[in-house]
């Protein structure tokens, strides 16, 4: 965790958008905690029961669907990083 911590630091990931494609994974939780700390724009995929849950870990958080079909085309070519887990 502290070697990722260090690389986001150097990213410099202020006002970016992040897409993790799973972020109910501990891997996708772990990025959530350190891009939010960074001040990124989150963009989460999770199952619609999640949402809730992951809105309350930070309010730079937005939601999606599972189902890239319905907010791909909307979000095509916005993302500065993909966490694709």
């Excluded at 993790?20 to 905690?33: K, R």
């Excluded at 949402?51 to 930070?58: A, E, R």
Aim: hydrophobic share 40%; net charge negative; aromatic share 6%.
């Amino acid at each position: 965790l502290h070697m990722a911590k260090q690389s986001t630091k150097r990213a410099n990931l202020f006002g970016m958008n992040l897409l993790i494609t799973d972020s109910m994974s501990a891997a996708g939780q772990a990025v959530i905690a350190l891009a939010s700390e960074e001040g990124a724009n989150i963009y989460c995929c999770a199952e619609k029961t999640y949402h809730d849950y992951l809105k309350s870990l930070s309010s730079r958080i937005t939601c999606l669907e599972s189902n890239p079909e319905k907010w791909l085309p909307a979000l095509e070519e916005q993302m500065d990083v993909v966490i694709d887990n």
